[in-house]
């Protein structure tokens, strides 16, 4: 037996000890290093290589086997791939070694013909048995699948409910501790944070991590953004069960997730591309890694340059010279220099302006991303619907303070705000972007709003919406002194 599911070595110590009696009872030494694999499979579908029986094919090959006799516990122990067996029947015969197999009482000489397909026949059967065996796994696998039922390790966030006697599974449930992290992680994602400042949280409180890592290099890594993002990743956490990669049947369990809120608010956060590998957080300049090259589209680092010419002091020493920071293109992979440079303040300041400025557009949200035209027509109609309420409230306010009747306003704001946050969620889902973005453009003081926010988030509201490019100066605006507006391309998405 390969397997060794309590971790006692106990089978394959079974296995060696047969062998040991068989060995002593032919009178023969037994070699001090057998070639021992627990806990892995022979079969061509195993997941883990066999790394001693590598060893004593090598062995074999290079002449160093060192005994007569290679002694296996059954044939099934050599190989259930016919074509290692018939690899190690023919090492065996050319160094001249005989094959003892212990379930048979038995010694076969890899050089007489009938031995030889003794032995054939039996790698044949053994790979026979193993196809089966995994074709009647997969069957069973597809099946408990379709059923919604588990497989496999439980699942973090939830614990698993067995019988006391029998050991059968009673239920699954969720796990207290484990659940309120999943969802305090779809919720902080959904609300715009980003996978970094989530971890952060997770590992400044003592969260243990969902996957403890048994590499020394990593034992105290804690959470990390990729493994916040992998977890609600997995549609189990929606009570979908997953085969294959793909959904086939609801589970047995109860959702840590909303179904609907997993796939039309989570999914689409995740999937996201532009939340793929960023650097908004820690973050020390508001363009770095975002604005780009107008030449070969290379990504910007912050350097420095030289303000001014060279300075002396009394006795013609050169004084410390004044620098600045600069967006410098960082070149192609495999190309020396770079192409454009440009002010840093002077940088932060075109592109800030873009951003508010479109903001703060009345139509924004219905021209906000790439959509068909009949969601744009849907997101005008909605825009038309807001202004419309709005406008409505006011000329209620108007004639309620005339009449000195603040019951008429507090009655028409009851019965219309519902109607308004209706179709601002309506249209919000159709601008599919980051919410901070649209928290941004419905606060009712974009500039305001902007100010408050870290300059991670700054770089997040950026990053959804533009991917400003950087052009050399024109030869009209050579040693131009102020901010070029002209030198930058907005690359709204």
Not at 264 to 284: G, I, M, S, V
Not at 318 to 331: A, D, K, N, V
Request: hydrophobic share 35%.
């Amino acid at each position: 037996m390969s397997k060794d599911r309590h971790g006692t070595g106990k089978s394959p110590d079974q296995q060696h000890a047969e062998n040991q009696r068989e060995v002593a009872d032919r009178g023969w030494v037994l070699h001090p290093s057998p070639y021992r694999d627990d806990d892995r499979s022979a079969s061509k579908y195993a997941t883990k290589e066999r790394e001693n029986f590598r060893r004593l094919i090598d062995d074999l090959e290079d002449d160093r086997f060192g005994a007569d006799v290679l002694v296996i516990w059954e044939s099934s122990r050599g190989s259930r791939r016919t074509g290692e067996w018939v690899n190690l029947i023919e090492l065996c015969e050319e160094r001249g070694i005989h094959v003892f197999v212990t379930t048979h009482r038995r010694e076969y000489d890899p050089s007489n013909a009938r031995d030889r397909r003794s032995m054939l026949e039996d790698a044949v059967d053994s790979e026979y048995e193993s196809a089966k065996t995994s074709e009647r796994i997969r069957r069973n696998v597809r099946a408990a699948a379709e059923e919604g039922r588990v497989h496999g390790k439980n699942l973090y966030g939830y614990r698993r409910v067995y019988d006391e006697k029998t050991r059968e599974l009673l239920r699954i449930e969720p796990e207290p501790e484990q659940a309120v992290i999943v969802k305090e992680a779809a919720e902080r994602v959904i609300n715009g944070e980003t996978y970094y400042a989530i971890a952060k949280s997770f590992n400044e409180r003592g969260v243990p991590p969902r996957r403890p890592s048994y590499k020394k290099h990593r034992a105290n890594l804690g959470w990390t953004p990729p493994a916040v993002k992998s977890m609600l990743l997995t549609p189990a956490y929606a009570g979908r069960r997953q085969h294959r990669g793909e959904i086939v049947a609801d589970g047995v369990w109860p959702h840590l997730i909303e179904p609907d809120v997993w796939e039309e608010k989570l999914l689409p956060l995740l999937n996201d591309a532009a939340r793929k590998r960023t650097n908004d957080w820690p973050a020390k300049h508001l363009l770095a890694g975002i604005a780009v090259c107008g030449i070969c589209g290379a990504g910007t680092r912050v350097g420095k340059q030289n303000a001014g010419r060279k300075k002396y002091d009394e006795e013609g020493n050169p004084l410390p010279r004044e620098h600045y920071s600069t967006y410098i293109c960082q070149g192609v992979p495999g190309k020396t220099g770079f192409h454009v440079a440009m002010k840093k303040e002077h940088l932060d300041q075109v592109v800030t302006e873009h951003v508010l400025a479109r903001l703060e557009r009345p139509d924004f949200l219905a021209v906000l991303g790439q959509q068909d035209k009949g969601v744009d027509a849907e997101r005008l109609a909605l825009i038309d619907e807001i202004e419309g309420h709005r406008k409505y409230l006011d000329e209620v306010r108007k004639q309620a303070a005339a009449r000195h009747r603040p019951e008429l306003m507090f009655d028409q704001e009851d019965r219309v705000r519902p109607l308004i946050d209706a179709a601002q969620r309506r249209l919000e889902q159709l601008a599919a972007t980051d919410p901070l973005v649209l928290d941004l453009a419905s606060s009712g003081d974009v500039r305001g709003a902007w100010e408050k926010l870290e300059l991670a988030d700054m770089r997040r509201v950026i990053r959804a919406l533009m991917t400003p490019r950087i052009n050399p100066v024109g030869k009209g605006a050579k040693g131009w002194k102020g901010v070029n507006y002209d030198r930058v391309d907005e690359g709204w998405r």
